[in-house]
């Protein structure tokens, strides 16, 4: 998908919410875990519910690998179903991959041509030839992790160099060599706050991909006072706040509910951008 | 496996060799695509050559994961097959994983608890809180990201703060805080020579999982000199050199010839530090 589409599917559907799969078979209700595919049962029942508030999907890869073949056939049957389904829909696979050339390679043929995802999430830490690898196949992108939403983000992302540039800021400038904001967005943890402020100054026209609102805290409104463009430029990822907003019988009509409740906030702040 | 094991294994086998399971389908000899599991044939015979001379085995999940469930259920075949078979080896999943804390604890249970491999490499950006859930399982390891072999590594790795630390320094520093050198190894590239010392004045006992010798270029001899400690403190991986050192239906024996030269130069290097 390009970044015309996406655009469009944002000013269209009125909302920029992207639905985290972090699909934990310790979690679901009970009564899924007799299907045979608990997990693939789980988020159809939620895409379908989801689908018109949202404009993307993200499962997270640590959620399919643990569960061994069987998780990587959920995820498989997932992807299949929203390519299938709702072909609007913007997939990213939150794998975080990143290493040497010829293996990041093997990583970014194996999700945009197998899997088929458009979009992968990529650390950075490796460099310049650790992420163009997932920058050469069409309409496909690279979601590079600037600043994170945990703790932990302070450990290295904020260390300053002699010229007072932090780690995330050097990322942000150095990996738009790479490639331009058609190719390329980045992870900017909605915990962060004022700091889109820092980012929008390196990096105004990229689209961010926005965890942390919901279960870790951060705040809609903050993040589109400082991080939102005028073509939006912001993809907000909400999880557990969505998929676990019920527990019973009822989950996917919850997490509608839920899903529908950050639109309509997101249709708000949409307004300031684009004519309803 | 625990520190003191592994020690014991090098000395016993005057190897401190790692086989890089790098096995990549387009590349292994035609005859095995009959095979029901080419890839798990692959790497069966692989291993049943160069056992005796290595000490270690490291699957890189990208070549399996590029399969979708087929390349899933190769790698657990394999990594069932080395502790079934050879319960000395050191099975370390090379995998790069990192992410926020309950990401990286299912990330963790993945691979020590199901997978059940030694060791998992981890990329260190996300800082603390995406590390430590790889350091809660007994007698498994985190192998942090610390200096890699690619060009890449100059990016951010080598970038100096303004008190003149450079940022694989300052992971070196950190994470020593997180676990000591019984849970923690850190990866440095063959490829970086006299860095070595720079490694060993922050973490002089820590062992080192050391790729890039062989086709990336880098010389043992020289990692030897400048990284080896008391007790080795070295992996040294090679992978392409030796898993296709042949093409043809001899690839097994070829790369036992190849890996038993590795160990001969090892043996000569362990003399330094142990006596036979």
Redesign the interface.
Known sequence: MDKQQLIDNIRRKQTFLCVGL?T?IRKIPQHLLAEEDPVFAFNRAVIDATAPYCIAYKP?L??Y?????KG??AL?KTVRYIRDRYPDQFIIA?A??????N??A??A??FFE??KVDAVTV?????????TPFLTHDGTWAIL?AL??????????L????Q?ER?FE??LR?SQAWADNGRMMYVVGATQGRMFEDIRRIAPRHFLLV?GVGA?GGSLEEVCRYGMTPECGLIVNSSRAIIYAGQGRDFAEAARQAAQEVQQQMAAQLKAIFQP
């Open positions: 972090d934990d997270n640590a959620f690998e643990c569960l061994g073949v990587w056939q498989e939150d975080k991959r990143g290493d040497i050339g293996t990041s093997m990583y043929r194996s197998d899997l650390a950075p830490y490796m460099g310049e030839d650790s992420v992790l994170t939403s945990n703790k932990g983000s302070r450990d290295f992302q260390e300053e160099d002699a007072g780690l050097k990322v150095k965890p870790q």
